[in-house]
């Protein structure tokens, strides 16, 4: 069963940093392309992040709210993924989501794109305030 | 702000039957890309519904099904049930937009009367 359970969350003043962790089990981590997603107070939900396997690479690519001051990175010897979140802002305060993201194919093999979130953890609360 | 347009809410009573829509435009749903739609209720993890436009991940019932047309998709839901109220978002990408675009909709909350 795969698992996904986020850590790390917590009170932070605007301009600090915090850094969150995904513990990943139930699945072959090291292949696995990974996400990070989260959902503002009475918002929907917004991705922030991605990080391809590294067989693919280990590219990353972000968000434009966030780019430049979160980084995503994986430790494939843990089974960890994780998010480091530097210059927070009022308004990065949210629940964040760990995802997988695997491909899907059509009936003629053709992967389907985007690729869809398939499995989310519970999430880990963010607040930024002063 | 998303680009894909969902509406904020639909409702319908027990049995009906409710379509939840998502429009986009010649950048996204309309250049071809994929729509996955996903169920969330508050407090716990979302959860995959939809992918690939119409395909239903294994344990997602018959009731739940999606389209695609044009700019637009669709998820529609049959026979609705009590623990079918929830937020429902699509997600999809969007090529006008520099940089890797992954999105999705607002969100639409269903209430079951």
């Known amino acids: 069963e795969v698992q996904l359970v986020e850590s790390g969350g917590g009170l932070v003043k605007p301009g600090g940093s915090l850094g969150l962790s995904c513990a990943a089990s139930?699945?072959?981590?090291?292949?696995?392309?990974m996400s990070w997603v989260r959902q503002a107070p009475g918002k929907g939900l917004e991705w922030v992040g991605r990080i391809e396997s590294k067989t693919d690479g280990g590219t990353t690519d972000y968000a434009a709210p966030v780019k430049g001051r979160f980084t995503i990175s994986r430790d494939d010897s843990q089974n960890t993924l994780y998010l480091q979140m530097n210059s927070l802002k009022t308004e990065d305060t949210a629940v964040y989501y760990c995802?997988?993201?695997?491909?899907?194919?059509?009936?003629?093999?053709?992967?389907?794109?985007?690729?869809?979130?398939?499995?989310w953890g519970q999430g880990t609360l963010v607040t930024v305030s002063p | 702000q998303s680009v894909l347009t969902q509406p904020p809410s639909v409702s319908g009573a027990p049995g009906q039957n409710v379509t939840i829509s998502c429009t986009g435009s010649s950048s996204d749903i309309g250049a071809g890309y994929d729509v996955h739609w996903y169920q969330h209720l508050p407090g716990t993890a979302p959860k995959l519904l939809i992918f690939g436009n119409t395909d239903r991940p294994s344990g997602v019932p018959d009731r739940f099904s999606g389209s695609k047309s044009g700019t637009s998709a669709s998820l529609a839901i049959t026979g609705l049930q009590v623990e079918d109220e929830a937020d429902y978002y699509c997600q999809s990408y969007d090529n006008s937009l520099s940089g890797f675009n992954w999105m999705f909709g607002g969100g639409t909350k269903l209430t079951v009367l």
């Open positions: 995802t997988t993201v695997n491909d899907y194919y059509d009936r003629n093999g053709n992967y389907y794109y985007p690729q869809p979130f398939d499995y």
């Open positions: 139930g699945f072959t981590f090291t292949n696995a392309r």
